[in-house]
């Protein structure tokens, strides 16, 4: 236990693998984006409206109950609109996490919403990307507006989920990322004897062996006119 505690003190990069997995990736447009998720919501309205007119019939609104010789009141919604919208991104959260991303309007568009640390959606990062859309709102819009100058496309619920959006048409293909050089050998000579090298020169030029030095010296302390002709 104290080395799990421990451990746990411990940055681990977990997204870098996941990242290098999708690179390359191609990413979907905004247009495509935003008519897919207008499907989903025209295919969720009858569940919505199914959900919304049961819980203003029996859901919780101002409900008392008689509790040890006190009174718990518990207070809903009362408003239909509210309970309306927040059926509607409940439904459409839980249909990207059983789907892994490909919902019905993501079908029709081609296109699917990626995990950027996870192969699979988790539920909570589903309800992260629909609570991102208030974020988006609330920023006066200028959530939407920042896929236009994201490097991976990406909305303010996207960063906040940590989606992407790809595109999955045949005609959109990954992009080959370039391969790296080889890694050149590594030399384990002595730098002087490669300099040699380059300059053309033999470590062993300009030595004498200890015969010929002993024999020049040898010629040198005689004479020449003491040399036979």
Not at 47 to 70: A, C, M
Not at 149 to 169: F, G, Y
Request: with cysteine; charged share 25%.
């Amino acid at each position: 236990p104290v080395v799990r505690t421990m451990a746990w003190r411990y940055f681990h990069a977990q997204e870098t693998a996941r990242e290098e997995e999708l690179e390359g990736l191609p990413l979907a447009g905004f247009g495509r984006r935003v008519l897919g998720y207008w499907i989903d919501m025209v295919i969720m309205l009858p569940l919505t409206l199914l959900i919304t007119v049961l819980w203003t019939r029996y859901g919780v609104v101002n409900h008392e109950w008689k509790w040890h010789s006190r009174t718990v009141r518990v207070a809903g919604p009362e408003s239909s609109e509210w309970v309306f919208i927040v059926a509607g991104l409940f439904c459409i959260a839980l249909v990207n996490y059983l789907s892994n991303g490909k919902s019905v309007g993501k079908w029709i568009t081609r296109t699917r919403i990626v995990s950027l640390t996870h192969e699979k959606l988790g539920l909570w990062q589903c309800a992260e990307r629909i609570l991102g859309y208030g974020a988006s709102l609330a920023e006066g819009g200028l959530g939407f507006v920042q896929y236009y100058w994201s490097p991976n496309r990406m909305c303010a619920h996207d960063r906040l989920a940590e989606t992407i959006v790809v595109d999955e048409r045949k005609k959109a293909r990954r992009q080959e990322t370039a391969e790296k050089p080889p890694d050149l050998p590594v030399s384990c000579e002595d730098p002087g004897e490669s300099q040699n090298r380059l300059c053309g020169t033999d470590p062993g030029e300009g030595k004498e062996l200890p015969s010929q030095s002993g024999s020049a010296l040898q010629d040198a302390s005689h004479p020449t006119s003491d040399r036979l002709p």
